[in-house]
């Protein structure tokens, strides 16, 4: 998988016990970069505009507060009771058709009939984390952390990861063998390009996105090579040298703080 979040939406409980997930594999050489929980909130933002006032402000404000509630968080990262879960005796959930998204399951006529994704949850922003502990039911928002999923999805490749690579899971790999780099969360705000920068940054960009699909999809080591030989070349001829001795210099105040914090 190209994005570590896209696993989510295909590794269904179905498809970890035909076989056909996707499953972490670590690279020995390499280390595992995780920002920190930020202190003051993070880059997502709702917005209520200056002109929004009275019985509309109200409305929003309404929605807002059971957005951020543990049943509103619970629709945005669980879905719905009886299509997506099903509520446990000690009232945490188990998964129901947690292909729902992924495969766009036609949707019972009490929840408005359709496919899944023509009524699904479009706002892909969220006041609370799915990592945050569900008060409703004592487990995580998040379904990988329920233990009902963990126990329908002990299948067989899991259990042949484990014993190959002696942990539990990806996180506890990186922490025994020391490959997971936690960056702590601080303040910082880098300073605004002048022209220049700007200009040189706009065709190292172009040229990174075009040559690095290229080399990702090279039909030899020969073909790499020579793709990489001549992106460089474009590169250092953008001014790519000082735009990396730019932001290095212009993020130095934050790994700094970054250092200090972890101290």
Same mark, same amino acid.
């Given at each position: 998988?190209?994005?570590?979040?896209?696993?989510?939406?295909?590794? &269904?409980?179905?498809?970890?016990?035909?076989?056909?997930?996707?499953?972490?594999?670590?690279?020995?050489?390499?280390?595992?970069?995780?920002?920190?929980?930020?202190?003051?909130?993070?880059?997502?933002?709702?917005?209520?505009?200056?002109?929004?006032?009275?019985? %509309?402000?109200?409305?929003?404000?309404? /929605?807002?507060?059971?957005?951020?509630?543990?049943?509103?968080?619970?629709?945005?990262?669980?879905?719905?009771?009886?299509?997506?879960?099903?509520?446990?005796?000690?009232?945490? /959930?188990?998964?129901?058709?947690?292909?729902?998204?992924?495969?766009?399951?036609?949707?019972?006529?009490?929840?408005?009939?359709?496919?899944?994704?023509?009524?699904?949850? *479009?706002?892909?922003?969220?006041?609370?984390?799915?990592?945050?502990?569900?008060?409703?039911?004592?487990?995580?928002? @998040?379904?990988?952390?329920?233990? &009902?999923?963990?126990?329908?999805?002990?299948?067989?490749? %899991?259990?042949?990861?484990?014993?190959? /690579?002696?942990?539990?899971? @990806?996180?506890?790999?990186?922490?025994?063998?020391?490959?997971?780099?936690?960056?702590?969360?601080?303040?910082?705000?880098?300073?605004?390009?002048?022209?220049?920068?700007?200009?040189?940054?706009?065709?190292?960009?172009?040229?990174?996105?075009?040559?690095?699909?290229?080399?990702?999809? *090279?039909?030899?080591?020969?073909?790499?090579?020579?793709?990489?030989?001549?992106?460089?070349?474009?590169?250092?001829?953008?001014?790519?040298?000082?735009?990396?001795?730019?932001?290095?210099?212009?993020?130095?105040?934050?790994?700094? *703080? %970054?250092? *200090? +914090?972890? +101290?």
């Amino acid at each position: 998988m190209w994005y570590s979040w896209e696993v989510g939406f295909w590794n &269904s409980v179905d498809r970890l016990n035909d076989g056909t997930a996707f499953i972490f594999i670590p690279v020995g050489d390499m280390l595992y970069y995780a920002d920190a929980d930020r202190y003051y909130g993070s880059d997502r933002m709702f917005g209520i505009g200056s002109q929004v006032e009275g019985e %509309k402000y109200d409305r929003i404000m309404e /929605f807002l507060d059971w957005y951020a509630s543990p049943e509103g968080v619970t629709f945005q990262h669980a879905g719905i009771e009886g299509l997506n879960y099903t509520v446990n005796e000690d009232g945490t /959930f188990t998964p129901y058709k947690d292909n729902a998204l992924m495969d766009n399951l036609p949707v019972p006529d009490e929840f408005g009939g359709g496919g899944y994704n023509d009524g699904n949850n *479009a706002i892909n922003q969220w006041i609370v984390s799915s990592i945050c502990v569900n008060p409703l039911t004592g487990e995580r928002y @998040a379904q990988k952390f329920w233990q &009902s999923y963990k126990d329908m999805t002990m299948t067989q490749m %899991k259990k042949e990861w484990q014993e190959y /690579f002696g942990a539990e899971d @990806a996180v506890d790999y990186m922490k025994k063998n020391n490959q997971l780099l936690a960056s702590p969360s601080v303040d910082f705000t880098p300073a605004s390009d002048d022209n220049d920068i700007a200009a040189i940054r706009v065709d190292v960009n172009k040229t990174l996105c075009q040559y690095t699909w290229q080399l990702i999809f *090279a039909e030899s080591d020969e073909d790499f090579e020579d793709l990489w030989d001549v992106m460089v070349e474009q590169l250092n001829g953008f001014g790519y040298e000082q735009l990396y001795e730019y932001d290095c210099a212009n993020y130095q105040p934050e790994v700094d *703080a %970054k250092i *200090a +914090a972890a +101290a």
